[in-house]
Structure formats: C-alpha cells, structure tokens
C-alpha cells in the first residue's frame, strides 16, 4: 500500500517555508520505500515521482505518462477554461509534434540572430540603469525586464501591454495550487478565464494585424507558417503566447533572481566566477538553474497500467515530477545540496527531462542568463543582495518576488 504524505505538498505554507525544511521533506521522499501518495481534498490526489530516474523515465514515456488534461495543474482545470490551456506542454503526440515544428521552424535564422542581438543590447541597457539607479528592487529593475521584453518584442507585444501580461502570468502559475485562493473573493474558473482571455485577446489582435501587415516578428512566422497541412489558428496562438510568457518570462526571471541570492550567499563561488567569467559562466548557469530548478513540477496521467520502481501504478493515476527533488538526488549528482558552480557532469532536470517536452525555449534562457550575468559581474562585481529573498507562493514556480540588491 502507498504511504500517505500528510497535505505538506499541496500546503502554500509549505512552499513558504525555507529552502532547507524543504529540501528536508524531499530528502524523506527518496528514501522512503514505495510510492509516496499526496491526498488533495475533492480530488483524486496523486503520486509523487521524488528520485532523478523516476523522472527520467515518466518524461521519456509520454505514451504512458501524459501530459494530458494538464501538465501545470495539481487539479483539473475546469471544463470552461480547458480550451485556454490546451497549449504544447498539455497535449501529446501526435499533435503535439505537429505544433512543436511549426513553432521550431518559425524561429527562422534571421529571426534567432535578431533576438540574440536583442539580449546583448538589453542587458547593456538594463545595467547601465542599474548603475545609474543605485541599490533597488533586483527582480523589479534587472531580472524581470530581460526575459518579459525579449519575448515581447520577439513576438510583437507593445510595450503598453507589459504590466498586464505580468500580472497574468503571475495569478496563473499561482492558481494551480488547491488552496489558492483569490484576492478579491472570486472563484478559480473566473479568475482563469480573465487572464487568460487577457492574453488570448493581445494574440488575437496581433495575429489578424500580422496576417494583413506582415513584420519582422515571431507571430508574423506563426500565423504564415504551414507544416505538413498544419497552421496555427488563433486559439492556437493564444495558447503557445501563455505558455510562451508563463514559462519563458517566469522561469528566466527566477533563475536570475536566484542567481543573485546565492552568489551572494557563497561568496567563494562569487569568487570562483569573477576569476575567469569567460570560462566558468556557462557550468555557473547550468548550477543555478540545477540548484533553483525554476519549475518545481510538471504532473503527468497515467493513460495504462505501468510498473516503476516496483509499484504498479494503475491507469489514471496522476503522478507529479518533482524537479527540484531530482535535482538532489545524491544517487545522480555529489554533494548535491551543495552550490558548486564548477560541478561537471551536471545532467539536471531544471528545463525539463530528456523527452519531447523538454525546454523549447532553454538555449534562450541560458543566452539570456549569460549574458546579463557577465554584463552584471564584468561591470558591478560587488553586486549582492541586501536581505533574503521573498518567495513566490506558489508551488509550481520556485519563484522570487522582490530582492533588495546593491553594489
């Protein structure tokens, strides 16, 4: 029989605890034996996949795990707002195949050189106000504005739009948790379907602009692309738009805040990095993102009967693919709660396992966290934080939402 986790994995105050407690709990998990059952009042429940190879396995089997109805919902999104969320990283082959090169082939080689030197001028800029500015909020002023305006301006969103696509994507990544509970009173289907709608609309409007009056844009590409009979329509774009600014926006600004925090909690690694940034920046990258693990979780349903590590979980089981616990896995990575910016090899699961839904986005983000990162510490090497963190509640995004710096 499965043990019974008591409600901690679908507590808020559990996510707001320190990272230490936390770690404390998932360290219990690997160890436990059999399969660790997390109950969920008015749902199923579901199975925590806690060890590096559990996960593995369940993302190289999509036939088997799927990621269908949801992969970012602990619940079942409501039958009103199930259309909104039907992106990519929600449906299985064959169609997800299908929308996933019509999005790879759109991002053109012009295209990619534009956005690359795109991130190149925006962190010169983006530091250039920092030093100007002084000590401030880091994620206001430095994390967030790097992937929100890269993905905006790479898919042709106004610059009048930001504030609303932030706070969009902030109430939906928070909003998966059971006992979420809205601000004003409102129930979780109504507050989905507002920001969705919100950023379905933005799409809605811009793909018909694009389809009459071409531009040098990402939407430009998708609503003309074309792929084995295969075009995206506008329910299409909406949904790849979410996916695009809640996973691209949210998971690049963390793992920069994160950056910050824990370059100034081990000094010796702060060190280590400014010695010889050139060499030593991309295994830094890979660390942070292994050690942050931005994305806590993705959930997976099993579609048949399968056999893992011993247990036989039965068809319809929900199961969720603990990122963060994987990436402590001692069986994979030494010293594994150590923050070691010269480990090699370092085979994380911070975008995702090896299988057809890992990162599409990922060489963005690390060019994005390079590049800022060696703008940062190349010109403001006493950059620290100047209090601890204030955490994200949620326990999708192991998110960050204010962090005083100075320099």
């Known amino acids: ?42 749902e199923p429940g579901f199975y925590a996949l806690t060890r590096y190879e559990e996960v593995a396995e369940a993302s190289r089997n999509p036939e088997v795990f799927s990621s269908q109805p949801t992969a970012v919902s602990l619940v079942d999104p ?16 064959p169609r997800h195949a299908r929308l996933r090169r019509i999005v790879s082939r759109s991002f053109t ?38 992937p929100l305006r890269i993905i905006c301006s790479m898919m042709g969103i106004p610059e009048s739009a930001y504030a609303g696509v932030i706070d969009a994507t902030n109430v939906i990544l928070a909003i998966g948790d059971p006992d979420y509970v809205s601000p004003d009173g409102r129930d979780r289907p109504a507050v989905l379907i ?27 590409a998708l609503t003309h692309a074309n792929v084995d009979g295969e075009a995206l329509d506008d329910l299409d774009l909406g949904r790849f738009f979410a996916l695009l600014v809640v996973a691209g926006n949210e998971t690049t600004r963390n793992a920069l805040s994160h950056a910050l925090a824990l370059l100034t909690d081990n000094p010796e690694q702060r060190d280590t990095l400014l010695a010889d940034m050139d060499a030593r920046l991309p295994a830094a990258v890979e660390e942070i993102v292994r050690y942050a693990s931005p994305v806590t979780w993705m959930r997976r349903t099993l579609t048949r009967d399968h056999e893992l590590s011993g247990h036989v979980y039965r068809s319809g089981d929900r199961v969720i693919l603990y990122y963060n616990s994987a990436n402590r896995d001692g069986d994979v990575f030494k010293d594994p709660h150590a ?15 090896p299988g057809p839904h890992f990162c599409l986005g990922a060489h ?32 999708f995004i192991n998110g960050i939402t204010s962090l005083t710096c100075a320099f």
């Not at 923050?339 to 396992?353: C, E, K, M, Q, Y």
């Open 78 to 93: 409501p039958p009103q707002v199930a259309d909104y969320t039907g992106s990519m990283i929600s449906i299985d082959d």
């Open 339 to 353: 923050f070691d910016i010269t480990r090699s090899p370092n085979p994380h699961v911070g975008f995702g396992a």
């Open 194 to 220: 507002e920001k969705f709608s919100y950023l379905h609309a933005l799409m809605a409007d811009l793909g018909r602009l694009r389809r009459e009056k071409p531009a040098d844009d990402l939407v430009t």
């Open 1 to 42: 029989m499965p043990s019974t986790v008591e409600s901690s994995l679908v507590s808020l105050d559990f996510w707001a605890k320190p990272q230490v407690e936390r770690d404390e709990l998932f360290a219990s998990l690997r160890a436990a034996q059999g399969p660790v059952f997390c109950p969920v009042p008015d």
């Open 109 to 146: 080689k012009r295209l990619v050189q534009r956005v690359t030197g795109d991130v190149t001028v925006l962190a010169r800029r983006i530091v250039d106000e920092l030093a100007e500015r002084g000590p401030c909020d880091f994620v206001q002023h430095v994390a967030m504005p790097m």
């Open 364 to 395: 963005l983000a690390r060019r994005e966290i390079t590049v800022l990162l060696r703008e940062l510490y190349t010109r403001l090497p006493a950059l620290h934080a100047t209090a601890p963190p204030v955490r994200q509640r949620t326990s």
